[in-house]
């Protein structure tokens, strides 16, 4: 029903930036809240952020407020976490997630995942 595809992982030094892209093919008509999330080796996953189909509402963890910026083109097409002042401990694999509904919030449950993408950061 939802595919989506992560793409703009890979190394930068600490300090650097990194703008990630989820490209998300929607075959219905519903309206659906999308996720970023990352996981790294040994770790449980988490959510860091949450944007509402209009784009009006918008959440983000505590680990990545005034860094990190999640934005969309449109209520469909590509989602986009643009990723500031990168440090080592946000190495991780990072995933887009969608999810039916209107709002954004921390609440990690969703329903549609990608494949993830890379993300090093080197101190």
């Known amino acids: 029903q939802v595919h989506l595809v992560e793409s703009g992982g890979g190394l930068v030094q600490s300090g650097g930036s990194l703008r990630l892209s989820c490209a998300v093919s929607?075959?219905?008509?519903?309206?659906?809240?999308t996720g970023w999330f990352r996981q790294a080796p040994g770790k449980e996953r988490e959510i860091l952020a949450a944007i509402s189909p209009g784009g009006a509402n918008i959440a983000y963890a505590d680990s990545v407020k005034g860094r990190f910026t999640i934005s969309r083109d449109g209520a469909e097409g590509t989602v986009y976490l643009q990723m500031n002042s990168l440090k080592p401990e946000d190495t991780a694999v990072y995933y887009c997630?969608?999810?039916?509904?209107?709002?954004?919030?921390?609440?990690?449950?969703?329903?549609?995942w990608g494949q993830g993408t890379q993300v090093t950061v080197s101190s």
């Open positions: 929607e075959h219905t008509f519903i309206r659906y809240a």
């Open positions: 997630a969608a999810r039916r509904g209107s709002y954004a919030d921390l609440d990690p449950t969703y329903d549609y």
